[in-house]
């Protein structure tokens, strides 16, 4: 894998020294001749990118990007490159991306066709489905208790699809609103403002690990859409889509992605030490050798 990199890194050192009128502008050109890099993180995408204890950006996520940040040091000869952060919503990540505020987002974001129209994915680096995050002694259990009930998801994600799809095509009879992140749907759901939040299923297991008492809450039904997450990049900006999926190769060839992944799903993570017990999805498995970014649809 090694020799894989270094292929990756003498090709994208070699685009960077290229003439400026060979090729348009691209993110690699861009952080050389600023100097700085700026990640974008979510403030409660648990524990993909979400703020720590100390106020300041973690998760799984956001390591993997710490590591494409190294790479992109070495591509660009600067040891000195500065790494400014920028806080994203499920509304704005993708305008962020696209007018250069944000040149990557390390953090939740559905891989799907429709967005792959507007931005370019990396290597996927998670399988998720659409299932409710419930008070526990909630009589809700599937998707099929949700008629007459008032029903959450975030605005902007594909899981708001999902469920106004599913609510017209099986006539399953709910009220579904939208809030503006997902810390703001579960405390709907915690207040009794709403009765289930739609979300992808690791992230409900994050907010109910987070909560004030993780055991009133529960997460219920069978997963709707299984999608992947993955990295965003700009569109058509091929050399650094190649640094990331060539990071991420090494770190799935190596064994290190499924040391962060024990790390992040399967042992005690801040802020409350609480562990989320998610074992690897038989999609991550497979996708650890085929190495694939194809989008859900």
């Known amino acids: 894998m090694a020799s894989i990199a ?19 502008a691209g993110t690699l050109e861009k952080v050389k001749a600023s100097g700085v890099i700026t990640v974008a993180y979510r ?27 190294e790479q992109v040091k070495k591509a660009t000869g600067r040891a000195d490159l500065k790494v400014a952060t ?14 250069g505020t944000i040149d990557i987002e390390c953090g939740s974001t559905t891989n799907n066709s429709d ?16 299932r409710l995050l419930v008070k526990a002694n909630s009589p809700i259990k599937g998707f099929a208790d949700l008629k007459g009930k008032k029903v959450v998801s975030t605005t902007g994600t594909t899981n708001f699809q999902v469920m106004r799809r599913m609510n017209q095509e099986q006539n399953l009879g709910f009220e ?22 739609a979300m992808d299923d690791i992230l409900l297991y994050g907010l109910r690990a987070g909560a004030l008492n993780p ?47 024990k790390k992040w799903f399967q042992t005690p993570i801040p802020p409350k030490g609480i562990t989320l ?21």
């Not at 920028?86 to 007018?99: A, E, G």
């Not at 579904?176 to 939040?197: E, P, T, Y």
């Open 6 to 24: 270094s292929i990756g890194a003498c090709a994208l050192t070699a685009l960077i020294a290229a003439p400026a009128a060979a090729q348009p």
């Open 43 to 69: 403030d409660s995408s648990i524990p993909f990118s979400y703020l720590g204890a100390e106020g300041q950006p973690t998760g799984f996520g956001w390591e993997i990007c710490g590591k494409v940040v």
């Open 86 to 99: 920028q806080s994203v919503t499920s509304q704005n990540r993708i305008p962020l991306l696209d007018n």
């Open 115 to 130: 967005r792959a129209k507007q931005v370019d994915f990396a290597i996927n680096y998670f399988y998720t489905g659409t």
């Open 176 to 197: 579904l609103i939208s809030a503006k992140d997902h810390a703001d749907a579960a405390l709907l759901v915690q207040s009794g403002r709403a009765d289930a939040f």
């Open 215 to 261: 055991a009133d809450l529960a997460v219920v039904g069978e997963p709707v859409q299984v999608e992947p997450y993955a990295i965003m990049v700009r569109k058509d900006d091929v050399a650094f889509k190649k640094l990331v999926d060539t990071t991420l190769a090494g770190l799935m060839k190596s064994g290190e992605f499924e040391t962060l992944y």
């Open 277 to 297: 017990g998610a074992p690897m999805s038989r999609e991550l498995q497979e996708n650890l050798q085929a190495l694939s970014d194809k989008p859900a649809r």
